[in-house]
């Protein structure tokens, strides 16, 4: 407990009184398409000092600093590719807000369709078992009556 | 078979469940940086001294012909937190075994002059990383942060905050085994 | 005196609690009337004091008592009163107490209003109504007490956040709260009806207006905190994928699941188990939403004080509330007899394709917010899941769903004829294709999600108008009674084709903010201009002005577009005098084709000073989020007024027949 304590304190002193609001001017490059690559990237980059935010909305000195090395890496001539190994060499995959797919990562990855698959067998057996042809007495009639009697046996109860 | 389906929506709580309370029980903070250096070669930097001051600055090629445990501390006289911990590194500088070297991070050359002459100067070496990329190397994420590098010049663990109390003794506990 | 008075109307609503959550279940099984009666009036003067208590704590905040320690921490004497008010649920302690406010209106609202229900059903589920009030009136008593005093007492307090002194933060908690809280009324009759063992269509019908009322608040409550981190962050985003936005988002998908497949088990008595299920789970996700925010498991950009002891508390709750009705659920589900037969193409087929694609989605953003636990937990690797995983995992279900449910309110009951079906709603088809294959022509470059984005929100937006049409026959030759054909519809039916339209105007305004913002930043002097699709914007400079507690400076921006002067703007940068913290106000230019939005910010480089930051967001068709938004609450509340459910009505009944004839059964 201590230890988050003495975390929250170096945090706050850190943290600037002044709030500045994300990617400044001077940063900005007049390549309008390294601009954009830098863009993309800041916003898939998490700041390190803040809670749950890329660097590219987040006011901090530090994230302010990286977007400024993201776009030094840009500039010479670096691929999308190379600034996030760079990044990860220094603070490793979790700055990275889409995590790349590793073994650790691919039940992430594939899970939304998995569970979605699954989802297909689940609504294909249920249509199965309700499909009228699958039994014979079905008649839209009987089962209206056999569903009006169960209300009714509700109402004796009562 | 039927009744097992009903299980599922439980298990799955379960598991869940399971998960949060580790999470909780566990001493952890969710936003904090693991340090990606830990186990690899220090990075490379060279950092000139602070103007004004006798301490030299230094490099990876000076830490790694030193052949010594060292303790590598990013500080800085804005930084409100290093001040309580300046004690434990006065402290540390006694120990002939390390040495002990200090990154003067993002700071104003006389303020950090100040500090050191009004709270003592614990360094072997002192470097001026004024633009913040050192730190970025390192993979820092605040003031104060510690590392503590093996002889073989390899990163070997990470404190982030000040090294008081508790976590002062658990360094020098970690610190010691490395000087075995 | 009176935080005290607070306090012991709370330590007796707990009392009362008890007694609700034991008398009439015990009632229920040993046939004493008294006892089941009991129900009722547990419920209400649990609701009076509980909000007497909510009474004492607003008067504490009022007055600024500030030997309250609530008080002091989140309050301040030069805060505008209608801040000091708001404030009283603008953390933790406080926002509990409305929770549980909200929990024990909704008890007091099923004693007044549920006569329709029959008595027994009614007392077992205000009993298990009484076991959440106990559970989290004890949490807040032990853990979390508003009413605890500190002496001596401080002059002043440490203020509240001031990005938190906002009107949409204000009411945008009351309404979450009423849709987090108000699925447990819909939990407890899910638990009610698994001890009964029965569930029948009744049940369903009578459940429905609840899961109306939580879900039409839990939809507008999202949206005004969408909203509010739209005009107050200062970035122009909306949603971010944090864990405290996907906890709020997850009981929504889950919630509007059960909203649709209530239908079936009103209409059809079928999918009763899976109806049960999910109310189960939509309020099991809205309590692992509570302990989220509060425990401080995962790291969010909103959360309060982190506490684990708390954390801790909850998580007993949890496993109880949640452990015990799956285990229920486990239990008697089995024996609920599956309902009637219908062919693979029907409308029962459309909703339970609804709830595959509502339940992959809800699960997805559960995985995904909980994956970096797991994997902690299990090689203890740190990894952040964020925004590009939630879009490229969501955008297609999304984009499935709203095709899909363009088709399903053409479905008949039992067995519909697809074919036919589309064959005539074909040309809508073409257009829609037209309509993407024009913006592809327009935005040449994407991206592709968009480009789809926008077809199937002009298909889902017609289909609906027309299925509509069809049914009112809009064209019909005798325009006069027109507004009578629709009266005549049934409400729910109109409701659900509004929330439908809605559905599609979010899907535009999602797509094309998302898909095409454009975003201009520089330093400025008096004088300068910068443009930002077609708007010419004109710096005049800052003006400084004093507010009640921060100062402001406040620049004025001039708008022009094509030569034409359309107005001035007026961005401004708050400093609050009591934390010393800044806040950026952001001004907008609204317009249904898309937002002007400007902020301005000191530079962070030295060098630069003297100058400002300004940065000018456009943001296409944004405002059809909100406009959707609207129209989901509305199509909720045009619903819940269906004759069906009698709202309102059973004080009329009570007037001209005895209660025990009335079991809400008289329409069928």
Redesign the interface.
Known sequence: ????K??L???L??AP??????????E?LTDLKLESRARDIS??V?C???????ID?S?S??A???RI?IRERLLAGDSNKEVYKYL????????????PLTL??AF??F??LL??FL??VI?VG??????????SR?S?VS?DTK??D??EN??GK? | MRRFVFLVPLALSLIIGTFSVWGLLNDRNPSEVPSALINRSIPKFNLSPLPGLRTPGFSRDNLLNLKKVSVINFFASWCLPCRAEHQSLIELSQNNEIVLAGINYKDINKDALDWLTELGNPYTYVGDDFSGRTGIDWGITGVPETFIVNRDGKVVHRFSGPLVGVKFKEFKELLTLELR | MIPELGQFSLVLALLIAIAQSTLPIIGVTRENTIWINSAKYLALLQFFLVLIAFMALMRSYIVSDFTVTNVVNNSHSKKPLLYKIVGTWGNHEGSILLWVLILVSFGGALSLFGSNIPTRLRARVLSVQGWICVGFISFMLFTSNPFERTFPPPLNGNDLNPLLQDIGLAIHPPLLYVGYVGFSIVFSFAVAALMEGEVSSAWARWVRPWILIAWTSLSAGIALGAWWAYYELGWGGWWFWDPVENVSFMPWLVGTALLHSAIVTEKRGAFKAWTVLLAILTFSLSLLGTFIVRSGLLTSVHSFAVDPERGIYILILLAVSIGGSLLLFAYRAPSLESGGLFSPISRESGLLLNNLFLTTAAAIVLFGTLYPLFLEGITGEKISVGPPFFNISFTPIGLLLGSTMAIGPYLKWNRADLAGVLSRIKFLIFISLGVSLFVWYLKSSGPAFAIIGVGVSFWLFTSTFFEWMDRVRLFNKNYFNIFKRIKSQPRSANGMTIAHLGMSFIILGVVGSSAWKEEVISFVEKGSQLKVAGFLVTFEGVSIHQGPNYNSEKATLKVEKEGKFLENLYPERRLYLATGTSTTESAIRQSLAGDLYVTISEPANNKFKGKWVLRLIYEPLVNFIWLGASFLALGGIISITDRRYKIGRTFKYRRTKPINKVVGLDNF
């Open positions: 407990m201590n230890f988050i003495f975390l304190i170096t945090f002193y850190l009184v002044d709030i500045i609001l994300a990617v400044e001017p001077d900005v916003a898939n998490r390190v000092v803040c809670q749950n935010e890329p909305t006011n000195g530090v302010r600093d990286l090395l990860v060499d220094r603070y490793g995959n979790f700055i990275l807000f889409k995590p650790s990562t992430l990855w899970m939304p569970v979605f989802g297909v609504l249920v249509l199965k078992k309700a499909s009228p042809s699958n039994k079905f839209n089962n569903f009006s169960s209300l509700k109402k009562k």
